[in-house]
């Protein structure tokens, strides 16, 4: 029989800031992990995290507040999150940077990574050496007497009486349970679950490219779900800019076909209209709800004329990925993209992957596309005159981007769909990071954190940069703590 203190459900960011924070105050911890690696996406995806106040931002002079924070997140939000559980982790942040580096995982005050926030103050603290640094975090753990079982999954809480007495794990075939006063559910949302995206995230999956953790599949919401809790806000998900993928294969990559995803060219929706200034690719989270909204895919535009000129020459425009890439890199920004001498082989090649189209005529692209050929004709002939004029009376797009009008066939389009890096949308907590009922009573001994939690955004994830990492982090270490107080009665 196996028996701990506390079970951690999910060994990704904010579990392990949950484990840590506990093995360290002295508690039994048995931390779960379904998959054969430990980090979860925090640690394959991420670079780094948010904060304010931190010891690095005031060592660099920046000047940004834990009001100003609070402030810009609530307004974001229009007041519909969980004010006191927003508060909490942005209060945490500061610290939670220092803990993370006395135990191994070191951070770097960068410069924002996204081309529109280079006026905010800097938050973003990237990881150094990741990798290295989640096994010290491990090792950490683990020196503190806390057990991490891989390839184990949480399967169901067991609660006798009103109190937590045990998790039901999945191992190798088995099923056992592990007693236990209380657990901490953090094993990263349900964005590898098609079925529950279909359900809460009001967008066909077909149109949803997930970057995700595909092993978070909903399993901690539905254990707590079944004790009784919150699930009432689960259809937020991480939208982050969009992308163009290959429905034959998802690993599918030309960097040609990359660069023009990340460019304001004319962008038009499933009707044939354009919805948006298409300089929205510089802010990935608007971006991606721009996408959503369009209903979760748009086509981007090109004619012969433009792929003539990239061909040979280079656009000075910045993609929009290009700082996330060289400047987190410490390498030089260019501000340009291009030349593309083998376009015509890289449209071709998306043209077969099934993620372009090429017509000779406007008509025969719309009827390729399913578009109205009236519709989406005006929309072209609009477009083309605000080129002309250098003014765009419909969504204000600067004239620096109104540079190349749809004029000479043959024409081009590219399917650019909705991006996910995850769900945040889960259980209601609170600031002590207690899973919540409807009428807002804890359930005793039942906590949560990182994606697993609502609360924290309204309907989708917020410009700040590294927020939904600070939140696995911060979230994690105050259920860690919460955990301690309650065992601690
Ligand atoms: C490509 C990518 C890039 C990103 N970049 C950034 C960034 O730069 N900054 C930022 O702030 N955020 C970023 N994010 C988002 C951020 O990484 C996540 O929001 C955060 O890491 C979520 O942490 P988590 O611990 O809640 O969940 P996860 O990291 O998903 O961890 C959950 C863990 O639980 C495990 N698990 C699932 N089910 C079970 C079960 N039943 N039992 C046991 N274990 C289970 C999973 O295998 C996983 O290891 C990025 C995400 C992606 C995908």
Redesign the pocket.
């Known amino acids: 029989m196996m028996e701990a203190d506390v079970v951690v ?7 392990i800031a949950a484990g840590v924070t506990l093995a360290e105050a002295g508690k039994q911890v048995i931390m ?4 054969d690696k ?5 640690m ?7 904060a304010v106040e931190s010891s690095q931002q005031r060592a660099a002079g920046v000047q940004y507040s834990l009001k100003q924070a609070y402030q810009e997140l609530v307004s974001y939000t229009h007041y519909r999150s969980n004010l006191n559980l927003t508060k909490a982790i942005l209060k945490e942040s500061a610290s939670t940077i220092d803990w993370l580096d006395e135990r191994g995982l070191k951070t770097e005050l960068v410069n924002n990574t996204q081309e529109v926030h280079q006026q905010h103050p800097k938050v973003y603290h990237q990881y150094i050496d990741k990798f290295a640094a989640f096994d010290r975090l491990i090792h950490r753990f683990k020196d503190h007497g806390g057990q991490l079982l891989l390839k ?4 169901k809480i067991i609660q006798k009486d009103g109190n937590i007495v045990g998790v039901q794990v999945h191992q190798d075939k088995h099923d056992f349970v592990i007693d236990c006063s209380a657990v901490v559910v ?4 349900f964005i590898g679950n098609p079925d529950l995206v279909k359900e809460y995230l009001a967008i066909n999956p077909d149109n949803l490219y997930s ?3 595909r ?3 909903g ?2 919401i539905k254990m707590l779900a079944e004790l009784g809790a919150d699930t009432r806000h689960m259809g937020v998900f ?1 939208n982050h800019a969009a992308s163009v993928i290959s429905p034959q294969n998802h690993k599918w990559h030309n960097g040609t076909i990359f660069s023009l995803t990340n460019l304001p060219f004319l962008w038009v929706d499933s009707a044939g209209n354009r919805f948006v200034d298409e300089s929205v690719c510089y802010d990935f989270a608007l971006w991606g709800n721009a996408t959503y909204t369009a209903g979760g895919y748009y086509y981007i535009i090109l004619d012969q004329q433009f792929v003539d000129y990239i061909s040979a020459q280079s656009l000075d425009w910045t993609d929009s990925f290009e700082r996330t890439f060289k400047s987190l890199d410490h390498q030089v920004m260019t501000h340009k993209v291009g030349p593309f001498p083998q376009i015509d082989a890289d449209l071709e090649e998306a043209i077969q992957k099934e993620a372009g189209w090429r017509a000779e005529s406007l008509q025969d692209l719309a009827q390729q596309l399913h578009v109205s050929e009236l519709d989406f004709e005006n929309t072209i002939k609009q477009y083309n005159e605000h080129v002309d004029k250098k003014e765009d009376p419909d969504f204000y797009k600067s004239s620096d981007y109104l540079r190349f009008s749809i004029r000479k066939g043959p024409f081009y389009a590219l399917k650019a769909r909705s991006t996910s ?2 769900t ?1 949308g889960g259980i209601e907590t609170n600031a002590k990071m207690e899973a919540l009922k409807v009428n807002k009573q804890p359930i005793k001994g039942a906590y949560v ?4 939690a609502s609360g924290m955004y309204d309907t989708s994830y917020p410009t700040l ?8 982090w911060n979230s ?1 270490r105050l259920a860690g703590k919460s955990v301690i107080k309650y065992l601690g009665k």
């Open positions: 459900v999910g060994a990704g960011a904010a579990g779960l992990e379904k998959g430990f980090g979860g996406a925090g394959f995806g991420a670079q780094g995290l948010f184990t999954a949480g399967t953090a094993d990263g949302g970057m995700g953790e092993k978070a599949t399993d901690g991480e890096l995850g945040i954190a990182g994606n697993d940069e590294g927020i939904s990492c600070a939140f696995a994690g």
